[in-house]
């Protein structure tokens, strides 16, 4: 019982790891995204509220909250495999 804890406490924090880094690289590359449409495409106006008005619309999307699948899927797996390693 003392591994299971040890397991899920450590696996936790390289999830929590995983997880601020993906977040902070979608993110950035969803400004650049902006910021080259801007530069491309838009050019009038203020870019910085732009690419601001931007990102608040992508902090609702739906593909910042698939990035929680971090904490889902590696957890299911675990459990599935421990699951089926003890009782079948």
């Not at 696996?11 to 590359?29: D, E, K, N, P, T």
């Not at 609702?60 to 009782?87: D, E, M, Q």
Request: proline share 1%; with cysteine.
């Amino acid at each position: 019982m003392l591994a299971l804890g040890r397991l899920l406490i450590i696996g936790f924090l390289v999830l929590s790891v995983v997880y601020i880094c993906l977040s902070l690289y979608s993110r950035a590359v969803r400004r650049d995204k902006l910021e080259r449409e801007w530069d491309e495409e838009i050019q009038q106006g203020d870019r910085a509220a732009f690419v601001e008005a931007g990102l608040s619309a992508y902090d609702g999307s739906l593909r910042r909250k698939l990035i929680l699948g971090v904490y889902i899927v590696p957890l299911t797996v675990i459990s599935a495999i421990i699951y089926f390693t003890n009782f079948h």
